[in-house]
């Protein structure tokens, strides 16, 4: 892993364990990517989708998904006119609406889909 990623790993680590309290005493962050304000992050026990809300960001929602209840995913490519990406993800025991989230060009959509195969189809 090279040395910035892992900083960038660390200080997200440092900051979920000691002041947001969302990470168990044994889960540690794997891989995660920024999308303007919002985070998805790849433990070794669940996928967290970090929403920054609002103006202010003050309001954020975390979602805790684990990778076993992960039914599904589908992602859409940017095209010529439009110019972001999706990524639907079907939880099982939430109905037929998938979590929707979209992403502009900066992201490797390829890169995260095949990032969250590993994790679910591991799971």
Same mark, same amino acid.
Request: without cysteine; aromatic residues 14%; negative net charge.
């Given at each position: ?7 960038? @790993? ?7 364990? +000691?002041?947001? #309290?969302?990470?168990? *005493?044994?889960?540690? /962050? &794997?891989? !995660? ?7 998805f992050i790849f433990t070794n ?9 609002? @103006? ?7 979602? +805790?998904?684990? #990778?076993?209840?992960? *039914?599904?995913?589908? /992602? &859409?490519? !940017? ?45």
């Amino acid at each position: 892993m090279d040395a910035i990623l892992w900083i960038f @790993l660390f200080s997200f680590s440092v900051q979920f364990h +000691s002041t947001i #309290y969302v990470l168990t *005493t044994n889960e540690e /962050i &794997e891989k !995660a990517y920024k999308v303007v304000r919002d985070l998805f992050i790849f433990t070794n026990k669940r996928l967290i989708l970090v929403d920054v809300q609002g @103006l202010t960001g003050k309001k954020i929602e975390y979602q +805790s998904i684990p #990778y076993k209840n992960i *039914t599904h995913f589908s /992602i &859409e490519t !940017a095209g010529d006119f439009d110019l972001d990406a999706e990524l639907k993800i079907w939880i099982s025991g939430m109905g037929a609406v998938p979590i929707e989230k979209t992403f502009n060009k900066n992201l490797n959509i390829y890169e995260l889909q095949s990032v969250l195969a590993e994790y679910v189809l591991n799971a």
